[in-house]
């Protein structure tokens, strides 16, 4: 039987990666793995998926392209303010670099500063940094602490991620109810103190203001 002209065009795994790229397109790669999962790429629901992919998939890794430094040192304010600053409930979607799947939750970030505030809203741009990337939970949470420890030598920087992993949950052990948690703590956050009050701070839910 004859096979999809795609299939025959995007023999993937026998091409010689060219400086790392495929000669392949993304959407042609896209639509080889349609035939294969699927069966019939070119029915209606499925003509347009290669390039919807392709634009999901460059949105979902937008990260590596961006420079947590620059987003940072853009807004650095000097503020005579030595407590801590907590941004918490921050929510995060990234993609598991061993499965891509989705793997989502929260984000809260604290720091003591020292001389510089950070514009309150690029710490949220600097978690969209690390998290639309491949990534594992771990290495995301200690990027997005060192990335503001280097940027401005605060007394100490404190993050913690929340999240749950689908391919925990939809897939492999299946566990539904599991969710994963990580920290860094750098500076004075490695105190005992300073850690316990953040993770307090970040526990209060529905005090306060709001
Ligand atoms: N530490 C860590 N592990 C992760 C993360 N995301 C996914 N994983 C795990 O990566 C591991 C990959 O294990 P493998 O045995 O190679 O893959 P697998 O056969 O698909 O494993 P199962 O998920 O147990 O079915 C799994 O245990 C996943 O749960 C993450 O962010 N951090
Ligand atoms: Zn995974």
């Known amino acids: 039987m004859a096979q999809p002209a795609i299939v025959h ?26 035939q ?21 998939m460059t949105f ?9 430094t620059k987003i940072l040192r853009g807004a650095l304010f000097d503020v005579d303010y030595d407590e801590m600053v907590i941004v918490k409930d921050i929510e995060m ?37 690390f998290a639309r990337r491949l990534q594992v939970q771990e290495r995301m ?12 030598h605060p007394q100490g920087v404190g993050v913690v991620v929340e999240a749950r992993h689908l391919c925990m949950m939809m897939r492999g052990v299946e566990k539904q109810n ?12 490695g105190k005992q103190s300073t850690r316990t009050e953040f993770l307090s701070l970040v526990r209060e839910r529905g005090q306060g203001a709001f």
């Open 60 to 68: 979902l890794t937008k990260g590596y392209q961006e420079d947590p």
């Open 141 to 152: 949470t200690q990027q997005i602490a060192d990335s503001i420890q280097e940027a401005i």
């Open 9 to 34: 065009k995007a023999n993937i795994p026998k091409q010689e990666p060219k400086g790392g790229i495929s000669e392949f397109s993304t959407q042609e790669i896209y639509a080889e793995l349609l």
């Open 93 to 129: 979607f990234s993609l598991c670099e061993h499965h891509m799947l989705p793997f989502f939750g929260r984000v809260h970030v604290a720091y003591i500063p020292n001389a510089k505030v950070i514009g309150l809203s690029k710490i949220p741009r600097l978690i969209e940094v």
């Open 178 to 189: 599991s969710s994963t948690v990580t920290s860094a703590m750098r500076g004075v956050f």
């Open 36 to 56: 294969r999962f699927d069966g019939d790429p070119t029915r209606d629901g499925l003509l347009k998926t290669p390039e919807r992919v392709e634009k999901a």
